[in-house]
């Protein structure tokens, strides 16, 4: 066995070199996460972040645990097929006070296997973050799926206008989702706002609003033809 230092507690923690034993004292640990690593027939190799996830919660010894784990699931895979997506999805993983950091040790980890498997990071999110902080995020961000909700400030919108740009003049791939509430106050801002989208040649997808309840949203007929 050898050892490492946890980067953020200091602690020396000893490391098995069998990763398949890694793997299954940490399933026994903490549960499995991503299911059977031995299911030979299973084409998934989407893994998420979200803020109600443990691995979100969890410290930095968890990402390596993460990288050791789809190592050893690449290994079952063919060589055209050693793709892997992580999503850094909400609610608003943006604003977590130590987001660059982690994205800054999502890139590093990956990076002894680089030349086995791709890596894309992801994410989904409002894009209501300061400049200066969308500015370092995007360093670490291959594609951003960003949704466009009307009832925002007139200051929020205008800082979601300009971090798109930012996205998009640093050449990552971007779509934007465009809410489209029944109210027509609303649903003619989101209007502006795809025009918006097309001056500046930005991808983007209209969404039509469902109600989990009971009662539906009541689009009227100029909307429904539009």
Request: zero cysteines; proline letters at 9%.
């Given at each position: 066995s050898s050892?490492?230092?946890?980067p953020v507690t200091g602690?020396?923690?000893?490391?098995?070199?069998?990763?398949?034993q890694r793997a299954k004292e940490y399933a026994d640990k903490k549960g499995g996460i991503f299911g059977d690593i031995n299911n030979r027939s299973s084409n998934n190799t989407t893994f998420s972040f979200g803020t109600s996830n443990i691995l979100w919660r969890a410290t930095l010894k968890t990402l390596d645990f993460l990288f050791e784990y789809v190592d050893l699931y690449m290994e079952k895979k063919p060589n055209?097929?050693?793709?892997?997506?992580?999503?850094?999805?909400g609610g608003e993983s943006l604003?977590?006070?130590?987001?660059i950091k982690i994205l800054e040790q999502v890139r590093l980890k990956h990076q002894p296997y680089a030349n086995r498997w791709h890596l894309?990071?992801?994410?989904?999110?409002?894009?209501?973050?300061s400049k200066k902080k969308m500015i370092e995020i995007i360093k670490y961000i291959d594609e951003f799926t960003v949704s466009y909700h009307p009832e925002n400030t007139e200051k929020q919108k205008q800082n979601f206008k300009d971090n798109l740009l930012l996205i998009s003049n640093s050449n990552k791939r971007l779509k934007c989702i465009v809410l489209m509430p029944e109210n027509v106050k609303d649903f003619t801002d989101s209007q502006d706002m795809i025009s918006w989208l097309n001056a500046n040649n930005l991808k983007y997808l209209?969404?039509?609003?469902?109600?989990?309840?009971?009662?539906?949203?009541?689009?009227?007929q100029q909307q429904v033809q539009w």
């Open positions: 050892s490492t230092t946890d602690e020396k923690i000893v490391i098995n070199p069998d990763p398949k055209g097929l050693k793709y892997v997506i992580l999503n850094i999805y604003n977590h006070p130590d987001i894309t990071v992801t994410t989904t999110t409002n894009a209501i973050v209209p969404r039509q609003l469902d109600r989990a309840k009971a009662t539906p949203y009541r689009y009227n």
